[in-house]
C-alpha cells in the first residue's frame, strides 16, 4: 500500500522560501509516475502548483513557475517543494500525491505565513 | 492555460437523489479528466479518472460520463456519505482543477 507523507515548517516568514518534504513509502519515486504538490487555501479550493516525472522532469503552474521548484531524491525515495518569496497569499494546507490523476495523498500539512 | 468551470458551485439534496455536476474546459482535453469527493479536513479522494473510469473501491453509483470540453460527475441514490466537496481535475496539459460543488443536505 502506498502511503505518502509531508514534512516541513508549519510557519515561514513572509519573503523567505517554504519547504516541504514528502516521504514514499510501498512504491519507488523512480516508478513510472508523477510525482506532485497541490494545496488548498483555508476555505478555499484546490490548486495544483506542480509535478515531477522520476525522470527529474518538472512541470509547473504558470501563476507559480517563477517562484517553484519540485524535485525528486531517490536515495531518500522522496520528493520535495520549494517556493520562493512567500506571502500571506501562500497559507494553505499543502497536499503531495501521486499520479497524474491523484490516485494516492499525504494527509496535508498546514503552511502559514506570519511574521 | 486550460480553465475550468464546474457548475453549481453549491446543490442541495436529499437521501436518494440522482445528483449531476457538470464541469467545461476552456479547451479541449479529451477523456484527460478526474473527478474528486472532498470531506472537511481531510485529503481529496479519486473517484472517477479517464472520464468515466471508476477507481477500484468506489462506489458504483458514481459515475462520470464525457470527453472534449464538457464532462458530468453523477451520483444516483445519493447516500448520507456522500454529502461532501466535489472537484474535477484535467490532465491533459499540466493540471487545473475546477472550483469545486458542495453537495448540501436539503
Known amino acids: 500500500q502506498v502511503q505518502l507523507q509531508e514534512s516541513g515548517p508549519g510557519l515561514v516568514k513572509p519573503s523567505e522560501t517554504l519547504s516541504l518534504t514528502c516521504a514514499v513509502s510501498?512504491?519507488?519515486?523512480?516508478?513510472?509516475?508523477?510525482w506532485g504538490w497541490i494545496r488548498q487555501p483555508p476555505g478555499k479550493g484546490l490548486e495544483w502548483i506542480g509535478s515531477?516525472?522520476?525522470?527529474?522532469?518538472?512541470f509547473y503552474n504558470p501563476s507559480l513557475k517563477s517562484r517553484v521548484t519540485i524535485s525528486v531524491d531517490t536515495s531518500k525515495n522522496q520528493f520535495s517543494l520549494r517556493l520562493n518569496s512567500v506571502t500571506a497569499a501562500d497559507t494553505a494546507v499543502y497536499y503531495c500525491a501521486r499520479g497524474q490523476h491523484l490516485v494516492t495523498w499525504g494527509q496535508g500539512t498546514l503552511v502559514t505565513v506570519s511574521s | 492555460d486550460i480553465q475550468m468551470t464546474q457548475s453549481p458551485s453549491t446543490l442541495s439534496a436529499s437521501v436518494g437523489d440522482r445528483v449531476t455536476i457538470t464541469c467545461r474546459a476552456s479547451?479541449?482535453?479529451?477523456?484527460?479528466l478526474a473527478w474528486y469527493q472532498q470531506k472537511p479536513g481531510k485529503a481529496p479522494k479519486l473517484l472517477i479518472y479517464?472520464?468515466?473510469s471508476l477507481e477500484s473501491g468506489v462506489p458504483s453509483r458514481f459515475s462520470g460520463s464525457g470527453s472534449g470540453t464538457e464532462f458530468t460527475l453523477t451520483i444516483s441514490n445519493l447516500q448520507p456519505d456522500d454529502f461532501a466537496t466535489y472537484y474535477c481535475?484535467?490532465?491533459?496539459?499540466?493540471?487545473?482543477f475546477g472550483g469545486g460543488t458542495k453537495v448540501e443536505i436539503k
Open positions: 510501498g512504491s519507488s519515486v523512480i516508478s513510472s509516475y508523477y
Open positions: 479517464k472520464a468515466s
Open positions: 481535475q484535467q490532465y491533459n496539459s499540466d493540471s487545473t
Open positions: 515531477v516525472y522520476h525522470s527529474g522532469s518538472a
Open positions: 479547451q479541449s482535453i479529451s477523456t484527460w
